[in-house]
């Protein structure tokens, strides 16, 4: 990955140098559409889910133009950013399978270089020193009632700046953007954006301890790695014209930048974990598939253009294009995202599934149990799961006899005669050879029949004595599996037990 090297010294003016290598190539990608984009997460946390929803778009459209998909590690916050959350982001975009088409760069490793920027853009005039405190600020802007900066170290001389350089005042490093006009920009999302100078004020780009501001650092980042295309979430539109007056005072290629809309919790408000948003990792843990998560997460803003909502990873890559963004916020729902999972998982076939909660949950079935079981037991489930989680506690009772009974359950539907019905159905069955749930359920018409009761009579108290609960699958299909041995003991241990 590049790392500055191609770039202008600090020494040489930029605004009349010839294009090096590295700016024609981003030109061209520009302008042939075969983008370099970027996805830079700060390790502050665990990855979530607005962060995987840029990334997923930035890998979206990069694949789908034949490009290339870089990851940026912004670690300049010493002390908010922690390598176990590096590696948290690592592991989750593995997982989800953003594989990244270079070596990650660390912002923490480039100081030296944002430094010879800064000095550059104060050698040149672009950027000047500013020694007024945070008291003699707040106070200016009391008495102005504006929180724009006043500008009053933007033409000092240089003897005073000398000076206070010599007595070592604190100081920070500001912009000098121009006091009249315009700059605008083509969002690819929002269309023309434009902002007034008179909006702006001279931003800082370097703090009072010598460290570099975010726009500073995003532009020197994204010129050194040749970025084609900033995508990123709509609240950076605000810092776009910042960084394209660096971009402009620097003489480097501007990039093509688009905006995602935000995504909201169900009150309208900035998604965060008291809407239920978890981080990526949790969602692993909780049993969602990479592709149930792409799969949504796609549709946070974005549509194909018909009405497809269940697709892969390969649809998406084909499919996506930023004109298809909405601009309206989208708004997180966690129903969607379980109907998602479930339609998700209901498509893998069986036998996959099997391997596939067999990794994720080693003891969700016992031991000593055979493939062919195991895959009859996910197709009788498998329309029932919303996650992997799901499947341990749907197919509780296919591996282990009921052990408690649902109360709620037991008295809806346990009468006077109950125990008599059960016990008629007990003996139909002991005398019933050849079992299929076909047979099983001539049986069970044949019980009520004789007895003259209604099918609901026998149905839900036998469900209750199969699974120990008013749920399951279609019960001949259950009892077929289950074997007759075993459905004889179910029968038995709840005339027992109740």
Not at 141 to 162: A, F, H, M, N
Not at 174 to 194: A, C, H, Q, T
Not at 247 to 253: F, N, Q, R, S, V
Request: net charge negative; aromatic share 10%; glycine share 6%.
């Amino acid at each position: 990955m590049p790392s500055g090297g191609s770039n202008p010294s600090p020494s040489t003016n930029l605004n009349s140098i010839s294009w090096p290598l590295c700016f024609l190539e981003k030109h061209l990608k520009i302008v042939f559409m075969v983008p370099t984009v970027r996805f830079a997460p700060s390790p502050t946390g665990q990855l979530h889910i607005g962060g995987v929803r840029t990334a997923l778009f930035n890998y979206a459209f990069a694949k789908k133009f034949k490009g290339s998909f870089l990851l940026r590690i912004e670690d300049t916050d010493k002390a908010r950013s922690k390598d176990k959350y590096t590696e948290q982001i690592l592991e989750s975009l593995s997982w989800l399978g953003l594989e990244f088409d270079d070596e990650p760069l660390k912002q923490s490793s480039r100081f030296d270089r944002y430094k010879e920027v800064i000095n550059h853009l104060i050698d040149t005039g672009n950027a000047y020193r500013c020694f007024a405190s945070n008291e003699e600020l707040e106070h200016i802007r009391q008495q102005s009632g504006s929180y724009l900066y006043p500008r009053i170290w933007r033409d000092r001389s240089k003897e005073e700046v000398d000076a206070k350089l010599l007595n070592k005042d604190e100081h920070t490093i500001r912009m000098r953007i121009p006091v009249e006009g315009d700059i605008s920009f083509k969002d690819l999302v929002y269309g023309k954006i434009n902002t007034k100078f008179s909006e702006l004020d001279d931003f800082i780009i370097a703090r009072s301890d010598g460290s570099p501001t975010y726009n500073l650092t995003v532009v020197v980042d994204d010129n050194d790695m040749n970025i084609s295309h900033v995508i990123r979430g709509e609240d950076h539109i605000s810092n776009t014209p910042k960084q394209m007056l660096i971009y402009k005072a620097l003489g480097w290629t501007i990039p093509k930048f688009g905006h995602l809309p935000m995504i909201l919790g169900s009150d309208g408000k900035r998604l965060s974990k008291r809407h239920g948003a978890k981080g990526t990792s949790e969602y692993k843990d909780l049993g969602y598939l990479p592709d149930t998560l792409i799969n949504y997460l796609a549709l946070l803003g974005w549509n194909p253009g018909n009405n497809d909502e269940i697709f892969d990873f390969n649809y998406l890559q084909e499919n996506f294009s930023l004109d298809k963004v909405n601009k309206k916020s989208a708004v997180f729902d966690t129903t969607k995202l379980e109907w998602v999972s479930s339609q998700n998982i209901f498509k893998i076939s069986s036998a996959k599934l099997v391997d596939i909660v067999s990794e994720f949950d080693p003891t969700w079935c016992g031991e000593g149990n055979s493939l062919d079981y195991l895959v009859n037991v996910i197709d009788l489930i498998k329309d029932r799961i919303k996650t992997l989680s799901d499947i341990k506690e749907n197919s509780f009772y296919f591996f282990n006899h009921p052990i408690e009974y649902d109360e709620s359950a037991m008295k809806k539907c346990w009468g006077e005669n109950t125990k008599d019905i059960l016990n008629s159905f007990q003996g139909e069955l002991s005398n019933l050879n050849d079992w299929n749930s076909s047979n099983i359920d001539e049986s069970i018409n044949k019980c009520v029949n004789a007895i003259n009761v209604g099918k609901g009579k026998l149905m839900q108290p036998l469900r209750i004595a199969l699974t120990g609960a008013l749920i399951g699958p279609s019960i001949p299909d259950l009892m077929n599996l289950l074997g007759k041995e075993t459905c004889l003991i179910r029968i038995k241990n709840i005339l027992k037990n109740s």
